[in-house]
Structure formats: structure tokens, C-alpha cells
């Protein structure tokens, strides 16, 4: 595999898998419309790939950007569930619509292999834990919908033959250049910005809840792992996590300490719909991928806390 077709390479995960892929050697193509990505995030790399400013929703961009890639890491969603409740259609245009419109081009071009990013949210607010691939898929809102759906065409895509398709399903994904304006990319952005600002972190609900984090660098490695497989099942889903939890206490906790801060939070009241508990099951990535997590959440929280630091507010 020689060129890698990165979509939403501009955004938070893409601009990693971007820099891994150069670093490993591929030639890198970025398709990204810009709409929640940034020039900036790729800076470090900028000038060794190639930048297409495009849609996923436009067919023949789509058509053009595919041509001589034999692998493609799709990233470009609509990835505000809130967003996607707002606005379902634009949500199934993008998430939906636009993974065909990959998968079109792919077959077409003869790529070999199309791994998306799925998402957790395909278990919704399923209790039964850990969290296994072969769990049926419920769905809360559009954003979870328009990813299992898509999970369905790269089935349907594989089985066709002529092209390999895998979905990771990330967990919650933290890390460097995870947007910090954004209010939905996550509780762990939000805890970041109250530090910044020296504001109280608010926790909705008793803190107890918890969520399986993964650093950022761990999911550039599952990618690298899943395009490089010798062999993947058609429509391969695998899970992306560390097959721990942490409560949202325990958390703030350890952000405190990569702060250096002393953090008493405040309580708000349980958001309805958020679900209580969330982690992987890791056996099948472990045994088919051989992906383990390998950043402790101190260590990632504490790269993660020295890049915000950088940046400006
Ligand atoms: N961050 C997480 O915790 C998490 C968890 C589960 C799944 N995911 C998935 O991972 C992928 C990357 O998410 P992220 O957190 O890096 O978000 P992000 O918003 O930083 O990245 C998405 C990128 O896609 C681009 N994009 C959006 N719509 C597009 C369109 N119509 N055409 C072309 N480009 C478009 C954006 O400009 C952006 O660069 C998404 O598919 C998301 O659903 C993320």
C-alpha cells in the first residue's frame, strides 16, 4: 500500500493519522471541506501530501480525490450528536451519503482497502457491559444511526468484492488538537477549558459516571494496524478502546494533578439520555488487529494538557 486517502485529514484524529502516515513513509492525500477541521492543525506536515478542498457529498470530487489511492481512512463526518438532531438530513447526507459516495469511488478506482471511523454511540444506552461488536446496534440519535448504516454499506461493499472494508468503533477519543471551542467534543475538552479559564468544572450528574478514554496516538495505531492486515472479515467492526473506564471523579482527578491544580467541581443535574457506564471489549481488536491501548490516561492527559497550554486561548 503506497497512497493513503485521508478524508477529514484537516480535523482533530485525521491531522494524527496524516502526520503517522507520512512519518511511516505513505504518500498522503487529504480531502476535507474545512467545516470543522483546520489548515492549522496540519502545520507540521505542510507541503509533504496533498490537499483537496472538498465534500464527501460531491460525487465527482470524491471521484477525482480517489484516483491511484489503494488505501482510504475516512474520517469526515458530521460529529456533533446534538448537530445531527438539529439537522438529521444534512447528517445522513454527509455521514451516510457521503460514505457511499467513498465506497463508489473506491470500487471504482480499484482501492484496496476503506477503513471508517464508526462510534460507540452505535450501543446507545444498552446497560450490558462490556460493550462486544456482536452486540445488536442501538442507535440514540441520527449521528449513531448514520454510522451503523454506514457500517451496513461497507458490509454490503466487501461482500460485493474487489474492496476490503473495516469500521473501528473509537470510544471517547482525547488528545492535542481536540477542538477546545467546541462544547461537544467531549467532557474532557470541557474540564480543560474550565482549568484554562480557572473556572469550576461542572459534572452533570454524581461524577460516577464513567467512559473508556483513549489517547489519540492509540487510535492512529489501530488505523495503521487495521489498512496493514493481512486479512479482514467483509465489514469487519472493531471496537477502539482500552477496555477500561474511568469515572468522570476519577477523571478530573487525574486532569487536576496533570494541571497541577486543586479541583473541587460543581454538580449540575444529570443530563437525560446520557448513558451511565461505557467500555470496550477489546478481544477482538487484541486478537484480530493485535491493537492494544498503550498511553496511560496521566500520560495522555498530561500531552494533552501541555499542548493546550500552547496554543492560544
Ligand atoms: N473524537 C471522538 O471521540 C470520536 C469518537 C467516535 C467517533 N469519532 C469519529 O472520528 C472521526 C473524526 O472525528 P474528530 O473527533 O477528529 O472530529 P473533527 O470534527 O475534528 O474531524 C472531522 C473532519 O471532517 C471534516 N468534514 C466534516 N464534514 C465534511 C464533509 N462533508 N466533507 C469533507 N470533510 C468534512 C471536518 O472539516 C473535519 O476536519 C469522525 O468520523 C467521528 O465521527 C470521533
Known amino acids: 500500500m503506497r497512497r493513503v486517502l485521508v478524508t477529514g485529514g484537516a480535523g482533530f484524529i485525521g491531522s494524527h493519522l496524516v502526520e503517522a502516515l507520512l512519518d511511516k513513509g505513505y504518500e498522503v492525500r487529504v480531502l476535507d471541506n474545512l467545516s470543522t477541521g483546520r489548515r492549522e492543525n496540519l502545520a507540521s506536515v505542510q507541503g509533504a501530501f496533498e490537499w483537496v478542498e472538498a465534500d464527501v457529498r460531491d460525487r465527482e470530487a470524491v471521484l477525482r480525490a480517489m484516483k491511484d489511492v489503494d488505501g482510504v481512512l475516512h474520517e469526515a463526518a458530521m460529529v456533533s450528536v446534538p448537530f445531527s438532531m438539529e439537522r438529521p438530513r444534512e447528517c445522513h447526507e454527509i455521514n451516510l451519503v457521503g460514505t457511499l459516495n467513498i465506497l463508489e469511488a473506491a470500487r471504482a478506482a480499484g482501492v484496496h482497502r476503506v477503513v471508517m471511523a464508526g462510534t460507540a454511540a452505535a450501543y446507545g444506552n444498552n446497560p450490558e457491559l462490556p460493550k462486544r461488536e456482536t452486540m445488536v446496534p442501538e442507535p440514540e440519535s441520527p449521528y449513531g444511526a448514520t454510522k451503523v448504516a454506514a457500517e451496513q454499506y461497507l458490509r454490503a461493499y466487501a461482500r460485493m468484492g474487489g474492496l476490503e472494508t473495516a469500521s473501528l468503533r473509537y470510544f471517547n477519543v482525547y488528545g492535542p488538537r481536540q477542538d477546545p471551542r467546541s462544547m461537544y467534543s467531549g467532557v474532557i475538552s470541557r474540564f480543560v477549558e474550565s482549568l484554562v ?67 473541587v467541581p460543581r454538580f449540575a443535574s444529570a443530563r437525560p439520555g446520557d448513558v451511565k457506564h461505557s467500555r470496550a471489549d477489546m478481544a477482538r481488536a487484541r486478537a484480530v488487529l493485535g491493537f492494544e491501548a498503550e498511553v496511560p490516561l496521566s500520560e495522555g492527559l498530561a500531552r494533552l494538557w501541555k499542548w493546550r497550554q500552547k496554543v492560544r486561548s
Do not use: C, K, M, W
Open 197 to 263: 479559564a480557572g473556572e469550576t468544572p461542572i459534572i452533570f450528574g454524581d461524577g460516577e459516571q464513567s467512559r473508556d478514554f483513549i489517547y489519540v496516538g492509540d487510535v492512529v495505531r489501530a488505523n495503521l494496524l487495521a489498512l496493514r492486515a493481512p486479512h479482514l472479515e467483509p465489514g469487519a467492526v472493531f471496537n477502539i478502546g482500552t477496555g477500561h473506564s474511568v469515572t468522570l471523579l476519577e477523571l478530573l482527578e487525574v486532569l487536576a494533578r496533570a494541571a497541577g491544580r486543586e479541583v
